[in-house]
């Protein structure tokens, strides 16, 4: 047994060399061990203040595992006490398996000191869950509850504000309402005025006419041919009292003034409606036709992208709907009735044009037949060089834009005739024109500089 001892090499620290002291110091170590917590987890269920003094047979008492009680199980080779644990192997060991059988130069620590590592371990484990139960009872009942009322708060506020701003939306539209219905009544009844003026005007000359006519017919049908020479001065006068009755004239006061239903307000929120409301972007079947697309620009796989390119594409097959010159492209969809509305994100694009125009604007050469916006039949919003303008006919309106858009709206309605162009993040009219279209319209585009897309 003592050479047994000698051979040992356990990893055990000790200040001596000699293995008998080694494992001696070691079993000290395990009868003098001092461990309170074992009180707490074998059932008393809090830490002992004074477990400072506690022995190895209050240990051995309390620890309720059974391996440090008398009845000890035994080791089967040496059947000696199971009173060693060998870290490297994770199992119950003896004195001599460590030091001369098959757990010899690995980690091990004596029984007890284990278990209270363990223990403590646990007791770590068990305040760490009592902690984090009381943080977790304080969050829901402080946290949630405080998160509970403020969002009954800031809901009620919610609603308050969304109430208020439609009131607010409802009264001014329905003021709106009553204004523009004045207006109408007003300007009807003008109109009427007008008519019934015109009308009993005419009526009497009328009169007047038809009896000057009768009495010409009978002079001319009754009177001796001596005395119809005589009485030229009675025709004559007869004849420039007819003449005096004049010629009737169609003039603008007979007509209802546009104008008297033009509301700011109105447009912005019709146009609102229409570009933000639940069929916002139109229909998803509108995108450019692919005939039409210049060879200055391309075309994405989806066609719904036009980008410029400074080189012409080539081998391009001739047809009579592309511009040959300009760098345009034509919508497929036909518009010539109901309301259509459709987005463009213009993105960072320094030179676009966005707008309709009819299906026979030219398509070939460099002229401004060919050209959006520099003809009758083709009306855009353009930006070029920083400047904003609505053209149409040659003609240019310069456009106040206080923010640069990167998402243009346009609605077109045809009943009324209204062309619309709206910038979608500021919900703003940029412009609106009313135009007697006279034949169905084709959404037009042109881009000289990076790319503009239609949105679905």
């Known amino acids: 047994m003592t050479e047994e001892f000698i051979t040992c090499d356990l990893t055990y620290p000790s200040s001596s060399g000699d293995p008998r002291e080694t494992f001696t110091a070691a079993k000290d170590m395990e009868l003098k061990c001092e461990q309170p917590i074992f009180s707490l987890l074998s059932g008393s269920g809090s830490k002992q203040a004074g477990g400072a003094g506690t022995s ?18 035994l080791c089967v080779e040496h059947e000696s006490e199971l009173n060693w644990f060998c870290g490297t192997e994770q199992k ?15 980690t091990v620590t004596p029984l007890a000191t284990r278990v209270a ?39 009620s506020r919610a609603r308050e504000h969304v109430l208020a701003q439609v009131n607010a939306a409802r009264e001014a539209l329905e003021e709106e309402e009553q204004r523009l219905l004045e207006e109408i009544q007003k300007e009807e009844e003008r109109v009427e005025q007008c008519l019934l003026t015109q009308r009993a005007h005419w009526s009497q000359a009328l ?32 004849v420039e009292e007819a003449e005096g009755v004049g010629e009737p004239c169609d003039t603008d006061q007979l007509n209802l003034n546009p104008g008297c239903s033009d509301s700011k307000l109105l447009r912005g929120l019709w146009a609102t409606a229409v570009l933000l409301g639940p069929n916002a972007y139109g229909s998803s079947y509108l995108k450019f036709d692919e005939r039409t697309v210049s060879p200055l620009l391309s075309l994405s796989d989806d066609f719904c992208t036009l980008t410029f390119q400074k080189k012409a594409r080539q081998s391009l097959p001739y047809d009579p709907a ?23 994100d213009v993105g960072q694009s320094g030179a676009f044009k966005v707008g309709v125009c009819y299906a026979s604007m030219e398509r070939k050469g460099s002229g401004n ?4 916006g520099y003809n009758s039949k083709s009306w855009v919003l353009s930006h070029y060089d920083g400047d904003y303008s609505f053209c149409h006919a040659g003609k240019k309106v310069p456009l106040q834009v206080v923010k640069r858009p990167e998402r243009i709206g346009l609605l077109l309605d045809w009943q009324s005739q209204t062309l619309l162009f709206y910038e979608l993040d500021s919900c703003a009219v940029l412009y609106s024109v ?18 503009i897309t239609i949105q679905h």
């Open 207 to 238: 009169v007047s006419l038809s009896q000057t006519r009768s009495r010409l017919v009978h002079t001319l049908t009754h009177t001796k041919d001596t005395q119809l020479v005589t009485s030229v001065q009675d025709i004559a006068e007869r």
């Open 56 to 73: 190895a047979a209050a240990i051995t008492a309390n620890s309720g595992s059974g391996l440090l009680s008398g009845d000890c199980e």
């Open 434 to 451: 009313t135009q007697q279209f006279s034949a169905p319209l084709l959404p037009a585009c042109a881009v000289t500089d990076r790319s």
């Open 92 to 106: 119950l060991i003896c004195s001599n398996c460590a030091v001369v059988g098959s757990c010899h130069g690995h």
């Open 117 to 155: 590592a363990v223990r403590n371990q646990l007791v770590d484990v068990c305040e760490k869950m009592q902690l984090q139960a009381l943080r977790i009872e304080k969050f829901i009942g402080q946290t949630l509850t405080a998160k509970e009322q403020k969002l009954q708060i800031a809901a």
């Open 369 to 372: 037949e060919a050209r959006l």
């Open 322 to 344: 592309r511009f040959d010159c300009w760098p345009n492209a034509l919508g497929s969809l036909s518009l010539s009735s109901g309301t259509h509305s459709w987005v463009v």
